[in-house]
């Protein structure tokens, strides 16, 4: 059964600093995966999309990076700013599970000004 | 504006008391789903549409039925809620079911059943 973690549950980093988060999924067979951000009391904003084939994705200050073999993913996060902090899901369409996001827990971010 | 729309954003209702939980979207996705968020546990997925009329069960469906009779649609029900169906529920959709575009949520329901 696919299952998702990220790691750290939770980081609290300066405004301004460049940071990592990271996601790993134990079922290599999927078809995409997808970071969110999720701010208290919101729904969840897609951020990245990475197809299977593919090895990374950017959009602004946000780069997101696939390594399917090892079943990793990391969300780069340049140049912190007090507006990114929320939580950040990371989840995947596993071949095997069907059609469901299957999400990891989250990892809560914090950037202090 | 492409939008996952849910009603009501909050409710407190009793044990028992039927209740449905409206989902719409505008963008003709032809997948719809809903997901419940529990702290400790993360989002599980209750139900889901490939289509028009074509539903089926999730990792947690005991407790909620779904239709699918229009393709911008995607109700949730509680036929009997029970305290432990206490939760913030979300609906998404996506282009096809299997489609690499992104998954879109609404901004979510958080019920609270007493």
């Known amino acids: 059964k696919q299952e998702v973690t990220q790691i750290p549950a939770a980081l609290s980093v300066p405004e301004g600093e460049n940071l990592v988060l990271n996601c790993s999924f134990t079922?290599?067979?999927?078809?995409?995966l997808q970071w969110f951000r999720q701010d208290p009391g919101k729904g969840l904003t897609s951020l990245l999309l990475i197809q299977s084939s593919q090895r990374e994705q950017t959009s602004g200050r946000l780069n997101a990076s696939l390594d399917k073999s090892s079943g990793r993913s990391t969300l780069y996060i340049a140049a912190s700013q007090p507006g990114d902090s929320a939580t950040y899901l990371c989840?995947?369409?596993?071949?095997?599970?069907?059609?469901?996001?299957?999400f990891g827990k989250g990892t809560t971010l914090s950037v202090s000004s | 504006e492409a939008q996952v729309t849910q009603n009501p954003r909050y409710l407190i209702t009793v044990t028992g008391k039927k209740l449905t939980v409206t989902c719409s979207q505008n963008?003709?996705?032809?997948?719809m789903s809903w997901y419940r968020q529990d702290p400790g546990l993360g989002l599980r997925q209750i139900y889901y549409?490939?289509?028009?009329?074509?539903?089926d069960k999730g990792d947690v469906p005991e407790g909620y039925k779904v239709s699918r009779k229009e393709k911008r649609n995607f109700p949730l029900i509680l036929e009997s809620p029970s305290p432990n169906q206490t939760s913030l529920y979300f609906c998404?959709?996506?282009?096809?079911?299997?489609?690499?575009?992104?998954?879109?949520f609404g901004d979510g329901t958080r019920l609270s059943i007493l």
């Open positions: 549409s490939m289509n028009v009329e074509v539903t």
């Open positions: 989840a995947v369409v596993s071949v095997q599970a069907g059609t469901a996001l299957i």
């Open positions: 079922d290599s067979a999927i078809y995409n």
């Open positions: 998404a959709s996506r282009l096809a079911a299997r489609a690499n575009q992104p998954q879109h």
């Open positions: 963008m003709n996705h032809e997948y």
